[in-house]
């Protein structure tokens, strides 16, 4: 199995390399349009900032790839916010896979922080991603962005309203913890990726 990462101008790649590694799975980082096309499994993680990513995407034409891709696609935190419709973060048209939109949390009191750092719980699973893996376990989070509840919905979180830890469209898939992060549950959802 052919396992690419797509590069982008977004941190965090090393930390998924290193939980693939751990699951015995070499994987290739590339930005190279031909290897993510013909690869069979792609992940598109990401640590950063909505338009200064997108803006990278547009001038490698990395955008107009991702859309069209056929194989299964997993995007983690900026990655799944990027796959939605639009960001508040400095306000950014991002791909459209999913109809959702991502908004900026608004602290509804001074107990609560943004960003949300730390680990908290995804319930309502509805995906073979989370095949093996029980309702209510937590997962590592670190955002200051949510993508909007919507009819992609695979997964919900309650941090400050309740929000899409996971959507799922055709053969995209999108996290906003980080799995590589998550000890044995995130393991078990990057192992249940690879063998969609």
């Known amino acids: 199995m052919s396992l690419v990462?797509?590069?982008?101008?977004?941190?965090n790649i090393q930390s998924v390399l290193y939980a693939l590694e751990r699951l015995g799975v070499q994987a290739t980082v590339t930005d190279n349009l031909d290897a993510i096309q013909t690869a069979d499994k792609v992940i598109f993680p990401g640590v950063g900032e909505a338009s200064t990513a997108m803006e990278y995407l547009q001038e490698r034409g990395l955008d107009k790839i991702i859309k069209n891709l056929k194989q299964p696609v997993l995007g983690i935190c900026l990655g799944m916010q990027l796959?939605?419709?639009?960001?508040e973060e400095?306000?950014?048209n991002c791909l459209g896979i999913f109809e959702e939109q991502v908004k900026l949390f608004k602290p509804n009191e001074a107990t609560i922080k943004v960003?949300?750092?730390?680990?908290?719980?995804?319930?309502?699973?509805?995906?073979?991603l989370f095949k093996g893996v029980s309702d209510e376990i937590f997962t590592y989070f670190v955002h200051g962005y949510y993508a909007a509840l919507g009819e992609h919905t695979i997964a919900t979180t309650n941090y400050i309203q309740p929000y899409s830890?996971?959507?799922h469209k055709d053969n995209f898939y999108g996290v906003q913890f980080h799995p590589e992060k998550s000890a044995k549950v995130g393991e078990q959802i990057l192992q249940n990726f690879l063998s969609l």
């Open 83 to 87: 796959m939605c419709t639009y960001s």
């Open 115 to 128: 960003p949300q750092i730390g680990w908290n719980t995804i319930t309502n699973l509805k995906s073979n």
């Open 165 to 167: 830890s996971a959507l």
């Open 90 to 92: 400095n306000d950014t």
């Open 5 to 11: 990462i797509i590069q982008y101008n977004a941190g």
